[in-house]
């Protein structure tokens, strides 16, 4: 089982996500948006500041040239039925957009350096991580770049290496770990989520622990499974992590918080805020939540 077979053993995990870019682009393989995390204090966009933005870039005629980040789902046009015997017409995808609430004005950008670049009805599309001097939700680029492969999500094990070595015949069998989950998720209280990690080629599922003595609750979980087993001090209960998520949920209503996505992250037991710039208004925000029990995501990013 890999790691995005597990589900999740969290309730909300996904409050919201807003709807991305146009038909006409095809995402570029930058992997899993998923970035270490910083110093919330650090992540504050100022005007004047230098960031960085990785994403789709959408030149319409006579229109400004806009940033639009990576969308969360694409929609493939319509394929006509052609009858036997037939010429099929070629059909010209739609013209990519950008909701104005994501989009951002760039200046200084060159479409001949775009990756994976498209042009549909006149409007010229592409991708590239940009960086530049961000003022009043504008960019003025002074770099540009390939989209950046963002860091793999961490799947190690935080455990050492038992004395007989890990299971090579490890018996993960899908029942196994389902019931695991559900020993887990019943008790939201004491465990955070449950994940997958890997050691070469072996599996061992890791469960954090935040209420219990670690050995004791280690003899307890090989009654419910029997294969590799890593347990761990956890940060945040599967109960905690659904209360703070909820509190960040209730922001996503304001447009002007710019949240598109709640989710517990299973490789560092934060809640991951899912965003699109962090201000300084709802840095004291999500301080009022606990900055420590947050993973700040946003796609607008100072350069330190």
Not at 67 to 79: L, Y
Not at 89 to 97: F, K, M, S
Not at 101 to 130: C, I, K
């Amino acid at each position: 089982m890999r790691r995005n077979e597990l589900v999740a053993a969290v309730g909300i995990v996904i409050a919201a996500v807003v709807s991305g870019c146009g038909d006409a682009s095809t995402t570029p393989p930058i992997g899993e948006r998923w970035t270490p995390q910083s110093p919330a204090s650090d992540l504050i966009v100022h005007d004047g500041d230098t960031v960085e933005v990785t994403g789709q870039v959408i030149a319409a005629p006579g229109q400004p040239v806009v940033f639009c980040p990576p969308r969360a789902s694409t929609r493939d046009p319509q394929v006509p039925v052609v009858r036997p015997g037939e010429t099929p017409t070629p059909v010209e995808p739609p013209a990519p957009t950008c909701p104005a609430a994501l989009a951002v004005t760039v200046s200084g950008v060159d479409l001949h350096r775009l990756s994976h670049p498209v042009t549909a009805q006149g409007t010229r599309t592409g991708w590239a991580t940009l960086r530049g001097i961000w003022h009043d939700r504008s960019i003025d680029v002074t770099e540009q770049t390939a989209p950046k492969q963002p860091t793999p999500r961490p799947d190690d094990v935080p455990c050492p290496t038992p004395t007989a070595g890990w299971k090579s015949n490890n018996a993960n069998t899908i029942r196994e770990q389902d019931a695991l989950v559900v020993y887990i998720r019943a008790r939201p209280e004491r465990f955070a989520d449950v994940r997958a990690g890997y050691t070469g080629k072996v599996t061992v599922m890791v469960v954090p622990v935040v209420s219990g003595d670690l050995d004791s609750t280690q003899r307890e979980l090989e009654s419910v499974y029997k294969a590799n087993l890593c347990v761990t001090r956890g940060v945040l209960s599967i109960a905690e992590a659904n209360r703070l998520a909820q509190r960040v949920a209730a922001l996503i209503d304001h447009t002007a918080n710019s949240i598109s996505g709640v989710a517990l992250d299973t490789s560092n037991g934060r809640v991951v805020v899912a965003l699109f710039i962090v201000t300084e208004q709802l840095h004291e925000q999500f301080a009022t939540i606990g900055l420590d029990k947050l993973h700040l995501a946003p796609v607008v990013r100072p350069v330190q």
